[in-house]
C-alpha cells in the first residue's frame, strides 16, 4: 500500500469531516475552514503552455529571438562586402530575421525532441488495474507529471489518460469488501477528535478494499481537475496569441472538458459524501468567472446539503468564483473605456 501521505504532491487531500453517513475509515488531516482556507491545489512550476498543435507551422515568437546567431552575422559580414549597393543593404535584415526565425524554431524542436518522453501506456495501464495499489501509484504518477514541466504535463494531457481518470471516479465499489466493525468505531472516534490508542491507530490506517477504491477515486478526481486547469489555460494562452493575429479563438466552455459530466454525476447522485466533497473542490480549481451561473446550478442541491461539509464546499467553491469575477469585470470596464477614449 501507497503511503499518500508521504507522497510531494501538494494537492489537496479531503479533510476530517462531520459526514452525515459512514465516513471512510482511514484518517484524515486536520478540519479544513473552507471559509477562509483555499484549496491547496498545486499550479503548475511553469507558465501555461501553448496548445498542442504542429510545431513545424508555427511561427517562432518574435520575443525569443533575442541575438542574432553567429552565422547569419558571418554571413551579412560576406554580403556586406561583395554586395554594396543600397538596395541589396536594405535587404539584409530580412535575410537575417528569417534565418533566425528557422534557427528559433529548430532550436524549439530540438528542445521538445530532447523531453524524455513518457510512458503513457503504461500509467493508463496502471489506472486499469485491478490492484488498488498499483491504481494509486499511477493516479500519483499523473499528479507528479502534470505539476512538472510544460513539456511532461502535455505528455499526460490526452484524451486516454483523462478518460482512464473518469473509469476510476465511476468506480463502483458498493460491492467491496468494507471496514470492520472496529474500524467504523475507531473511525466513530476519528470524527469525534478523540484520541486514538497506538493499536486503534495502525488499524485506522489498515483500509479495506472499498475504502482503497473510494480514496482512489477521490484523488483521481483531484488529478483530473489538474489537467482539465492546464487544458483551459492552455487555450487561454493560445487565444490571447490568436487574437492579436487576428484569428478566430478556440470555444470551450468548462462543459466541454472531459470528465466534467462525471464530476456533476458525483456531486449529484455518489452516495459518499468525502467523494462528493472532493468532486466540488475539482469543480472550483477548473472553474472560471465566466462559469459562475452553470456552477450556481449544479450546486444548488449542495448548497442545501444537510452534510455540512459538502454545503460548506460548495459555499467556498461559489465565493471562490465571485472573488475571480471582480478583477475580470474591472479589466473588461477599463478596456471598454479605452475603447471609447481611442475613438474620440
Same mark, same amino acid.
Given at each position: ?9 501538494? !494537492? ?132 507528479? !507529471? ?28 458498493? @460491492? ?105 473542490? @475539482? ?35 461559489? @465565493? ?25
Amino acid at each position: 500500500q501507497q503511503n499518500f501521505a508521504t507522497q510531494p504532491i501538494a !494537492y489537496a487531500q479531503p479533510a476530517q469531516q462531520n459526514f452525515a453517513t459512514q465516513p471512510i475509515a482511514y484518517a484524515q488531516p486536520a478540519q479544513q475552514n473552507f471559509a477562509t482556507q483555499p484549496i491547496a491545489y498545486a499550479q503548475p512550476a511553469q507558465p501555461p503552455i501553448a496548445p498542442a498543435v504542429n510545431v513545424a507551422e508555427q511561427t517562432a515568437p518574435t520575443n525569443d529571438i533575442q541575438q542574432m546567431p553567429q552565422s547569419v552575422i558571418d554571413e551579412q559580414g560576406e554580403q556586406q562586402v561583395e554586395q554594396n549597393t543600397t538596395e541589396e543593404n536594405n535587404s539584409q535584415p530580412e535575410v537575417a530575421a528569417d534565418n533566425t526565425a528557422q534557427e528559433a524554431q529548430t532550436v524549439q524542436n530540438e528542445n521538445i525532441q530532447q523531453t524524455p518522453s513518457i510512458n503513457t501506456d503504461e500509467l493508463i495501464q496502471g489506472l486499469k488495474s485491478t490492484d488498488n495499489t498499483q491504481k494509486a501509484a499511477a493516479i500519483n504518477k499523473i499528479a507528479e !507529471y502534470a505539476q512538472d514541466t510544460p513539456e511532461k504535463a502535455q505528455q499526460i494531457m490526452s484524451e486516454p489518460i483523462m478518460n482512464a481518470l473518469v473509469d476510476v471516479i465511476n468506480e463502483d465499489t458498493s @460491492a467491496l469488501e468494507g471496514p470492520t466493525d472496529k474500524q467504523i468505531a475507531i473511525a466513530d472516534k476519528i470524527t469525534k477528535g478523540e484520541q486514538l490508542t497506538p493499536e486503534e491507530q495502525a488499524l485506522s490506517e489498515q483500509l479495506s478494499p472499498r475504502d482503497e477504491a473510494n480514496k482512489n477515486r477521490i484523488f483521481a478526481l483531484y488529478t483530473l481537475a489538474m489537467i482539465q486547469k492546464l487544458q483551459r489555460d492552455e487555450i487561454k494562452a493560445y487565444n490571447e496569441t490568436s487574437a492579436q493575429n487576428g484569428e478566430a479563438p478556440i470555444q470551450m466552455n468548462v462543459s466541454d472538458l472531459i470528465g466534467y459530466n462525471d464530476i456533476v454525476n458525483v456531486i449529484n447522485n455518489d452516495s459518499r459524501p468525502e467523494v462528493k466533497v472532493a468532486a466540488i473542490q @475539482a469543480l472550483q480549481h477548473i472553474a472560471e468567472p465566466e462559469d459562475k451561473a452553470v456552477i450556481e446550478g449544479v450546486l444548488a442541491n449542495s448548497l442545501n446539503s444537510a452534510d455540512e461539509a459538502i454545503k460548506a464546499a460548495a459555499e467556498e467553491t461559489l @465565493a471562490k468564483i465571485s472573488q475571480n469575477e471582480a478583477p475580470k469585470q474591472e479589466e473588461a470596464k477599463q478596456e471598454t473605456e479605452a475603447k471609447k477614449e481611442a475613438k474620440k
